[in-house]
């Protein structure tokens, strides 16, 4: 009896040694998928450090439009519904250039800030 029951009491720390790896594994693929808006492009970090501190996911359609139209950004008629793009103007500070990006904000059938994206734009007039 006595070897069935260390048997058993074996098979289960190794269950748990398992979950406990598989846990750790899981959250380790959910910290590093990438974030809404998240850019590899150096020069386009400062706007979306700027989008991610001042227009967080759940922010509604109104303060993201109060947002943009408060600094001058231009927006675009939609073509989607549920979508704002805008284009943004930024000078990178390491360069002393000017860096312009079109950002496309998705908001769910709520009205609020879902994701959004961020594309560089080159060779654009900003007015």
């Given at each position: 009896m006595s070897?069935?029951?260390q048997q058993s009491e074996q098979r289960i720390r190794k269950t748990l040694v398992f979950a406990l790896l598989l846990a750790v594994a899981v959250s380790?693929?959910?910290c590093s998928k990438p974030q809404p808006g998240d850019t590899a492009d150096p020069q386009l970090k400062p706007i979306q450090e700027m989008i991610q501190q001042q227009l967080p996911i759940g922010t509604t359609d109104a303060s993201v439009r109060s947002f943009l139209s408060a600094r001058g950004y231009s927006m675009e008629i939609p073509t989607q519904p549920g979508t704002i793009t805008a284009t943004i103007r930024h000078i990178d500070i390491q360069t002393v250039q000017p860096v312009t990006a079109r950002v496309i904000f998705y908001f769910d059938a709520n009205g609020k800030l879902n994701?959004?994206?961020?594309?560089?734009?080159?060779?654009?007039?900003?007015p």
């Open positions: 070897f069935l029951r380790v693929v959910a994701t959004y994206e961020i594309h560089r734009i080159f060779n654009q007039r900003v």
